[in-house]
Each structure stands twice: as C-alpha cells, then as structure tokens.
C-alpha cells in the first residue's frame, strides 16, 4: 500500500516539528551554557540562581476560607481575610487569665506613666546618626513612605541636622510619631501548610526607615542600661551577642552526657521542651511596661516605649492591594529592632527552680533535671512546670502542652521503649497530659534517647542529599560553571546543613558520619565527572577538599578553643574538662583526641603534585585513551589485548 501526498506531508511536518524542537533545545542549552560559564560567585544572579534552584516554586494565593467558612477570592478579599487573622493573632490571651493581677498592673501602669518624666536621656548627635546610617543595609524594602535605606546613605548634612533635631524633640516629649507605627505586611507561606487557610502565611512586617533608626537610638540607650544593671538571664541564649543555637544544645547534651558518665551508675535525665504559642506576638503591653518600671528603667524612656507600643496599626498587602488599617493590641512590632530586647526583658523574670536547670533560646523553653531514681526526676520535673505554668499564666503567654514533648534520656539501649515510658510518672500542664516522646527536635538538632544521633544524622543527609538534587544543573558534569565555582555552591549550602550543630553530635561513631562522608564523594563525583575506578582520595587531594570528620573536627577544636573565654559562665562550664580516650561515655569534646580518619591519613601519605591542574590533566587524558582504545576494540570485534597491541603510539 503506497502513501498517499497527505501521509507524506503529514510525516515531512512531524520530521520538521522534531527538528525544530530539537533546535529550540539546542539553543537553550547553549544560553545556559553560556551563563554558567560567564557566571562570577560576586555576581548576585550566582546567589539568585542556587537560591531559587533550591526554593520550591512560587504560586499565587489560593482561595483562602474564613472563619465562617465563606471563601475569599479577590486581592481586596484575600487581604481582609489576612488581616483579620493576623489581628486576632496579635491580641492579648483570654486563657487561664489572673483578673486580680490584671487589674493591679493595669493601674500601676495608668499612675506611673501619669506622673511628669523626671530622669534625662543622652540627646542624640549628629555622629551617632550618620553611625546609625552607615550601619544600614541598603537592600532592606522600605515601609508605608517608600523611603529606603539607599535614601537615607544620600542624605545631605543639613538634612541630618534637622533628622537629628526631631529625634531630639520626640525624646523630649517622649513620644514615638504616629506616621512611623504603622506597617506594610505581606504573607509568605509556610512549607507543608495548607495554602487555604490564613494562619499558614507568615507575616513579614515592613517599617518605616526612619523609624527603625529612631528605634536604634532608642534601643542603645536601653541596652546600655540593660547591661549595667545585668537585666538578661544567663540562661537566655537569643538575641544576644556571641550566643548561638548551637551552644544551648550543646550545653544541654554535654549536661546529658556528663551524667551518663558517671560512676559507679550512670544517671539519667529527664527532660521538658514547651512549645510557647505565638510568644512574641501575645506579649502583653501593660505586663511589659510594668516590668520596666519595676526594672529601674528612666520613666522617660520607658514612657517613649509605651507610645512605641500603643495604637500601632498595619494594613496586610496582598499583589499591590492594601486591606483596611487594623489594630495590633498585643505583641512585640515584627521587623522592629526593639522588639528582640523588649522581648528578651519580658521574659527574664522568668522563674528558676533549685536542681532544675533552664535553657532559653528566644521563645524555645526547656526543663532538665538528672536523678538515679527516674520517678524522683519526673517529680522534681513536674514542680518545675507547675511554677512555670502559674508564671505564664499571671503573664498571659500561652503555651500548647500537645504540642510540648517530654523525654528521659538514659544510657544503653532499651528493650521496650513504650513500656519503659509506661512506668515513668506523667508531666502535666494546665491539667494536660504532655506525652513522653522518642525524639525531639530542639534549636534544629534531633534528640533521640541515647543521644546516639542516629536520626538527626539521617535527616541532615537526606536533606543535603534534596538540595543537592535540586542544584544538580549548577554541580553537574555537563554544566559549564567552572570547578572552582562548583565547590563554592556545595560549601556555601550543601555542606552547611551536614555540618550544622557539628560540635553537638560529632562524637557519634564513624559509620553514622560515613554517611555524610558518601554525601561529599558523590558530589565530587558528580561535579566533575569522574570514573568508578577513580579513588575518592585524589579527588579530595585534588579539589583541596577536607574530609567531613576531619572538617567536624577543625569546627570542633576552633569551637572549644574559644568556649573557655566566653562571656557567659554557662558556656564556659559546659565545655570545662578532659576527655577520656577510652572512655565508656563518649562527649564532644573526645572529637580532639580521636585518631584521624582514613582519608585524612592517605591524603597525608600521598604528596601533591608540582602543580594540581598538571596531575587533574594528565590522569583525564589517560582515562581519555582507555576509553577510546575500548571502543576502537568493540567497533573491530577485536580483543583488548590485541587492539591495544596494534593501536599507533599516544602522547
């Protein structure tokens, strides 16, 4: 059967689609080509580029469900419906509320702000100011007035003069302007939250730039005070200089540790992590201005503070369309540089139970306390958070017992985990039970009960394992970014998440860290394409690349090094004493005494080449020629050997 002239036609077309198609795909890849072999590490689309690789993808707000289950579809609908969650968020709590206390803080703080201001505040200098404005960073969104941070670097010296003379004014009055509390917000989903609800969109404040310097002039004044009169609790890790994440988890297991380790009997600890709902959007205005009374805070300062808190409104943002101005009547201002020390000062009352250690990081709470008798540590537990209950409780924080964890970490491995926490007592909070867990995450390293890390360490490699997945046209073999670009991509977000809290659970035993070991040789691998018969040693002595345990071990000795001149005691303590090599108990610090793993000691063994790029050359042309002789071999039907021995000479 001949083909008719439209079967022709019709094939000819699918042969010319193909071949366009084709074309088309040729010339993109050759446009990204060209870009990732253009592309410089100081060139902001490098950064622009990994981070939206490595970001999910962005989509337009759906539909979003009221409270009374109607749906808003339009921008000017969506931002009502934003707005009025977030208002409801932002409002005091109604919950296990003292009406007593209430009215007793309420009137002392109607009196004192009553009363004229009789201390003095430093006025402000011009110096100060064209400080405050050199500190800036340029690339901040600016608030309701449109005036950025770039603004304010190009101000003239007369206009500073007269910023310099209202700052002044609005200390002596001590006021806070009107037009600088309000706030622009928008909403950024939340990962793994339903898109339709409005509580699963964080807000994101946008002040005025003006504002957030005056707040600058007004927070160095409070945080001279502060300091001088020793305000902060030492248990209190957030929002304080040369105080980390990872130096509360770190003081935590090495506590946990440390009893593990004891003699003749280990001892267990058992521990409470609270989840404190909305914590810095529910503080209470009154309960924070009284607290700076009773502090010895200037009145005048402290009644500056409370015009900074009161009737502050913000209108949410949703695609250009701005909802009506609505009410924030509790709360600490989002975005604001106050609003981490006024926090900070809030809760530094908070108290502290004989035998019972805290740990505070910002909002995250937690309670440990170690026994020989289990049950005895859970009692001595549950007077804790029976105090701590009744603290929040008179100062309106909320917290979820549901969603808190409690765990009791003991040495060995037990053989019925749910029958052991059978038998311990429970931990109850507001008369709720709080459940005994087998992990937990806290400051974003996973517990487990034997602080063994065996999960934490499968988490942070699968999720290295994700990001560099999705940055796999950056690192790849047929990518044309240059090696040294590769390398800096996988130091800057790759290795960063395997290599996070290191100093915690670098003592784990080695099988667990080869497995971020095989993390870092596929990549090497897969950047620069190397064959299986390649050994992983040459590629590290290659790209100069570290091994992980001997990169955990350097952050580890830089880490404890420095531990012993910290301003905290706490820090210091923690990380105050000798490891034992042989030790039953192994604790961070063993890191230092460890032998080198085998990578390293090859990499010693091995002297570099004259010149690295000479070796890397000369070892790819020599794979280059095996490869060619193979396939002269198969195209002749001849054997390798006899290929090899008629082929011409090379090199």
């Given at each position: 059967?001949?083909?008719t002239?439209?079967?022709?036609t019709r094939?000819r077309?699918?042969e010319?689609?193909r071949?366009v198609?084709?074309r088309?795909r040729?010339v993109?890849?050759q446009?990204?080509?060209?870009?990732?072999?253009?592309?410089?590490p100081?060139?902001q689309?490098?950064w622009?580029?990994?981070?939206a690789?490595?970001?999910?993808t962005?989509t337009?707000?759906?539909?979003?469900?009221?409270?009374?289950n109607?749906?808003a579809?339009d921008?000017e609908?969506?931002a009502e419906?934003l707005?009025?969650?977030l208002?409801?968020?932002c409002?005091?709590?109604t919950?296990?509320?003292?009406q007593?206390h209430?009215t007793?803080?309420?009137?002392?703080?109607?009196?004192?702000?009553?009363?004229?201001a009789?201390?003095?505040?430093?006025?402000?200098?011009?110096?100060?100011?064209?400080?405050l404005i050199?500190?800036l960073k340029?690339?901040k969104?600016?608030g309701?007035?449109?005036?950025n941070?770039?603004?304010?670097?190009?101000?003239?010296a007369?206009l500073i003069?007269?910023?310099v003379?209202?700052?002044n004014?609005?200390?002596?009055?001590?006021?806070?302007?009107?037009?600088?509390k309000e706030?622009?917000?928008?909403?950024?989903h939340?990962?793994?939250?339903?898109?339709n609800k409005p509580s699963?969109y964080?807000?994101?404040?946008?002040?005025?730039?003006l504002?957030?310097?005056?707040?600058r002039?007004?927070?160095s004044r409070l945080r001279?005070?502060a300091?001088s009169?020793?305000?902060l609790?030492d248990?209190?890790f957030?929002f304080r200089?040369r105080?980390s994440?990872?130096?509360?988890v770190?003081?935590?297991?090495?506590h946990?540790?440390?009893?593990?380790?004891?003699?003749?009997?280990?001892?267990g600890t058992?521990?409470?992590?609270l989840?404190?709902a909305?914590?810095?959007?529910?503080v209470w205005?009154n309960?924070?201005i009284?607290k700076?009374?009773?502090f010895?805070v200037?009145?005048?300062?402290?009644?500056i503070?409370?015009d900074?808190?009161l009737d502050?409104?913000?209108?949410f943002r949703?695609?250009g369309?701005?909802?009506?101005p609505?009410?924030?009547?509790?709360g600490?201002?989002?975005?604001?540089?106050?609003s981490?020390?006024?926090?900070?000062?809030?809760?530094s009352?908070?108290?502290k139970?004989?035998?019972v250690?805290?740990?505070l990081?910002a909002d995250?709470t937690?309670?440990?306390?170690s026994?020989?008798n289990r049950?005895?540590?859970?009692?001595?537990?549950?007077?804790?958070?029976?105090?701590?209950?009744?603290w929040f409780?008179?100062?309106r924080?909320?917290?979820n017992?549901?969603k808190?964890?409690?765990m009791?970490?003991?040495p060995?491995t037990?053989r019925s985990p749910?029958r052991a926490?059978?038998?311990?007592?429970?931990?109850?909070?507001?008369?709720?039970?709080?459940?005994?867990e087998k992990y937990t995450k806290?400051l974003?390293?996973?517990?487990?009960?034997?602080l063994?890390f065996?999960?934490?360490i499968?988490?942070?490699?699968?999720?290295?394992?994700?990001v560099m997945?999705?940055?796999a046209?950056?690192?790849?073999k047929?990518?044309?970014?240059s090696?040294?670009h590769k390398l800096?991509?996988y130091?800057?977000?790759?290795?960063?998440i395997?290599?996070?809290?290191?100093?915690?659970?670098?003592h784990?035993?080695p099988?667990?860290?080869?497995k971020l070991?095989?993390v870092q040789n596929k990549f090497?691998?897969r950047a620069v394409g190397?064959p299986?018969?390649m050994?992983?040693?040459?590629?590290h002595r290659?790209l100069?690349?570290?091994s992980?345990?001997?990169?955990i071990?350097?952050l580890?000795r830089k880490?404890?090094?420095?531990?012993p001149h910290?301003?905290n005691?706490?820090?210091?303590?923690a990380?105050?004493?000798?490891?034992?090599?042989k030790?039953?108990?192994?604790?961070p610090?063993?890191?230092?005494t460890d032998r080198?793993?085998?990578i390293?000691?090859r990499?010693?063994?091995?002297s570099?080449?004259?010149?690295?790029t000479?070796?890397?050359?000369a070892?790819t042309?020599r794979h280059?020629?095996?490869r060619?002789?193979?396939?002269?071999?198969?195209?002749l039907?001849?054997?390798?050997r006899d290929?090899?021995r008629h082929s011409p000479?090379?090199?």
């Amino acid at each position: 059967m001949t083909a008719t002239y439209a079967c022709r036609t019709r094939i000819r077309l699918r042969e010319l689609e193909r071949e366009v198609k084709l074309r088309i795909r040729e010339v993109r890849e050759q446009r990204w080509d060209r870009t990732l072999r253009d592309i410089e590490p100081t060139h902001q689309a490098y950064w622009k580029l990994a981070r939206a690789l490595k970001s999910d993808t962005l989509t337009v707000i759906p539909a979003l469900e009221r409270a009374d289950n109607t749906e808003a579809f339009d921008d000017e609908e969506k931002a009502e419906c934003l707005a009025q969650s977030l208002e409801l968020q932002c409002s005091p709590t109604t919950q296990n509320v003292d009406q007593s206390h209430l009215t007793e803080v309420d009137s002392e703080v109607e009196r004192r702000s009553s009363l004229p201001a009789e201390t003095t505040l430093d006025p402000v200098t011009v110096e100060e100011v064209q400080d405050l404005i050199k500190s800036l960073k340029p690339r901040k969104a600016p608030g309701t007035d449109g005036i950025n941070n770039r603004v304010l670097k190009l101000l003239p010296a007369h206009l500073i003069i007269i910023l310099v003379s209202i700052f002044n004014a609005a200390i002596t009055n001590c006021s806070f302007p009107a037009i600088w509390k309000e706030a622009d917000v928008i909403g950024i989903h939340k990962p793994g939250k339903p898109a339709n609800k409005p509580s699963s969109y964080r807000p994101i404040s946008l002040l005025s730039a003006l504002s957030k310097l005056y707040e600058r002039v007004i927070l160095s004044r409070l945080r001279d005070f502060a300091f001088s009169k020793h305000l902060l609790p030492d248990e209190q890790f957030g929002f304080r200089a040369r105080h980390s994440c990872v130096q509360q988890v770190h003081r935590i297991t090495e506590h946990i540790l440390s009893h593990f380790a004891h003699r003749p009997r280990p001892i267990g600890t058992a521990a409470l992590f609270l989840d404190v709902a909305k914590a810095f959007d529910k503080v209470w205005h009154n309960g924070l201005i009284y607290k700076l009374y009773q502090f010895g805070v200037p009145d005048r300062l402290v009644l500056i503070l409370r015009d900074f808190l009161l009737d502050r409104s913000f209108r949410f943002r949703v695609e250009g369309t701005r909802s009506s101005p609505h009410p924030l009547t509790a709360g600490v201002p989002q975005g604001s540089a106050l609003s981490p020390l006024l926090f900070t000062l809030y809760t530094s009352d908070i108290p502290k139970t004989p035998d019972v250690e805290l740990a505070l990081f910002a909002d995250d709470t937690a309670l440990y306390t170690s026994d020989q008798n289990r049950q005895m540590a859970c009692v001595r537990l549950q007077a804790a958070v029976t105090e701590l209950g009744e603290w929040f409780r008179k100062w309106r924080i909320e917290v979820n017992p549901e969603k808190s964890a409690a765990m009791f970490f003991s040495p060995g491995t037990l053989r019925s985990p749910k029958r052991a926490c059978l038998r311990l007592k429970t931990i109850s909070l507001y008369e709720q039970q709080i459940p005994w867990e087998k992990y937990t995450k806290y400051l974003g390293v996973t517990l487990d009960r034997n602080l063994r890390f065996n999960e934490h360490i499968t988490i942070i490699r699968n999720r290295a394992r994700f990001v560099m997945g999705r940055l796999a046209p950056m690192i790849d073999k047929r990518s044309k970014m240059s090696l040294r670009h590769k390398l800096t991509l996988y130091k800057t977000c790759i290795r960063p998440i395997m290599t996070y809290a290191s100093v915690v659970f670098g003592h784990a035993k080695p099988a667990l860290l080869d497995k971020l070991q095989i993390v870092q040789n596929k990549f090497m691998r897969r950047a620069v394409g190397a064959p299986l018969y390649m050994r992983n040693v040459d590629l590290h002595r290659d790209l100069e690349l570290p091994s992980i345990k001997n990169y955990i071990t350097s952050l580890s000795r830089k880490y404890f090094d420095l531990a012993p001149h910290h301003r905290n005691p706490l820090v210091v303590s923690a990380s105050d004493y000798k490891p034992r090599r042989k030790a039953l108990v192994r604790r961070p610090r063993n890191v230092l005494t460890d032998r080198v793993d085998v990578i390293t000691k090859r990499l010693a063994r091995i002297s570099p080449p004259a010149v690295r790029t000479a070796g890397w050359q000369a070892r790819t042309d020599r794979h280059r020629r095996r490869r060619l002789r193979r396939r002269q071999s198969r195209s002749l039907h001849v054997p390798a050997r006899d290929a090899r021995r008629h082929s011409p000479p090379t090199g």
